[in-house]
Each structure stands twice: as C-alpha cells, then as structure tokens.
C-alpha cells in the first residue's frame, strides 16, 4: 500500500488535469473510493490536493508533469535566438496583417470622406435660402475687410521700421539677422492684428452660434495658419531678397520652396478646417478624410522635395569650400531619403 500511494495520487491529478480519459478509467478500476474528482480543478484546488501529499508524493508528481511538459514541447524552437526569431516574426506578420485591413478599411471608406467633404459644404448653407445664404457671405466678407482694414493701419502705424528694414545694412552676419528677425516680427504682428480684429468683429456680427464657429474655423485654420507659415517661410528663404536670405540657395529654389511650401501649409489648413466642419456637424468619416487628406500632403512634399533636389542639397552644403565626406555624402543622398 505505502508503495501503491503515490501512484494512486498521480493517478487522481492526472485524471483531473490532463485530458487523458484512459488514466482516468484505469483509476477507476484500480480503487472503490468513493472519493469525486472534478473534472477541472481550479488553481485553488490543485493547490490543496498539492497540499495532502507528503514530500515523495509531491516529488513523483513533479516528475510525471515535466516529463508530461517535455513531450508536449518536442515542437518547441530549440534556442533562444530562435524564439526570439518567431516572436519576431509574428510580430511583423501581425503589423502587416493590420495595415493591409487598415488600408482596405480607408479604400472602402473614401466614398464616406468624399461624402464628408461634400456635406460640410453643403450643411453651412443649408435651411438659409438664398437670402440668408448671401447675408452670411457678406457678413464674412465684412468681418474680413474689417481684419484687413486694421491690418493696414497696423503697417501704416509702423512703416518707420518698415522703411528702416529695406535701407538697412546687411554686410555683417549679425546685421542680417536683427534684419530679418525684426521683418519676421513685423509680418507676424500684421497677421496677428488681421486675426483678433477679424474674430473680435465676427463675434458681434454673427448671432448664430454655429455661425460664429463656422467663420472662427475659417480665419483660424485657413487664414491664420497660411499667413504664419508664409511669414516664417519669408523669414528664411526671402525670395525676392538675395541679401536677406538665410541659406545658400537660388533664386529659383527660394521662390520654388516658398511657393510650394505656402501651399502645402495652406492645404493644411483646408484639411484641418474640413475637420472642424465634420466635428460641429457630426459627420461620419473623420479617419478616412485624415487618412486621405495626409495621403495627398505626403505626395505632395514628395514631389516638390524630388524637383528642388538640387536645390537642396546646395542648401545643405552652403557655402563650404571643402566638406568632410560625411556631410558629402549626406548633402547628396538627403533629398531621396527624405
């Protein structure tokens, strides 16, 4: 019997934890116990089954269950680089599997972006009719001409800096950048000035909540975001400004980047504007519209990046004489990496 018990044991844990309907049949026929073993034995009561066992019982058990473990995991990867290798290599399968159901889901949607797009337009206009449709856009021309108006006086009030500016000195480095710097400053002001006098007066203009949204969106995301990037824009490539220029670039690469870059920033704003209309009328679509709208604005930076290469890379090197071959290299390949 003290020989027969930690087999009997095995035997009743076998049963209950492994799906071996063999072992469980030979145990009962092997005891008249009338002792009930669960089908499934909880942590809990593995634990306290455990716990009834002495010292060799517990030993023979740990046995039975490696050798149990080790002919499970014959399959297993050998090594650790090779798990690491399949680990890796669910992870890359799983990312991949996930971007192609995302592309597929933004393909599927771009009909409900479209949509968005077209419903926001129409949704500012709607149950106005044509009176109330051209009162709203000569209140928003009012509150522009009003923003335009300040603006101008704003610049008149400090053309002295202005004319100072264009008849400065600019030999020195130090000269040219408090001269660029306070043109920055300047033309950053004039839009400032523009935007708080433009929203100021569109708040007493418009009653409509709705409304006031609608034409706040408008100066802030189209208007304001255009302007400063043209200000910064200005700041460092001043293309009509050979001595004001702060890299080493052509005329045509400054005028080219300005131009391209003013309008990427403004089809920013476009985007970001869309987006507000979509949220303040709660349209559908607002993953597909981002991903669409994103996916035009990288095509975007791509060419224009590709045709200023050139242009660019002259802007890297500067005005070295001699560049170590790191910086070379760099110089040359920047463009088509980026």
Known sequence: LHLLNPLFGLLLIAAAVLPLPGIAQAAGETTSTS????????????????????????????????????????????????????????????????????????????PVAVSRVYQSAVLIFKDRGLGGSTRFLLLLALVLAVGYAAE????????????????????????????????????????????????????????????????????????????????????????HRTDLRLVAADNWTAQYLFRNFAAITTFVGIGFYLQHLGVLFQLPGEDALRFWLSLLLLGWLVMATWRARKGLTSIIVGEDAELTPGLERMAAWWPAIS
């Open 152 to 239: 101008r006086l704003f610049d008149r009030f400090l053309s002295g800096k202005r004319e100072s500016i264009r008849s400065a000195n600019t030999s020195g480095m130090l000269e040219t950048f408090k001269v660029i710097s306070l043109r920055a400053l300047l033309e950053i002001a004039d839009v400032l000035a523009f935007v708080v006098v433009s929203l100021i007066v569109a708040r007493f203009v418009f009653d409509d909540a709705i409304d006031r949204k609608i034409v706040g969106g408008f100066i802030v995301y189209v208007i304001l975001i255009f302007r400063l990037a043209s200000a910064i824009l200005k700041f460092i490539l001043a293309p």
């Open 35 to 110: 002792t009930e073993v669960p089908q499934a034995l909880q942590p809990a009561e593995f634990e306290a089954l455990v716990s009834k066992m002495d010292s060799e019982q517990q030993e023979a058990l740990a046995s039975l269950l490696s050798l149990v473990g080790n002919s499970l995991d014959t399959d297993a990867p050998a090594t650790a680089e090779e798990l690491e290798r399949e680990r890796l290599f669910t992870q890359f399968k799983r990312w991949g599997t996930g971007f192609e159901q995302y592309l597929l889901t933004q393909a599927r949607d771009l």
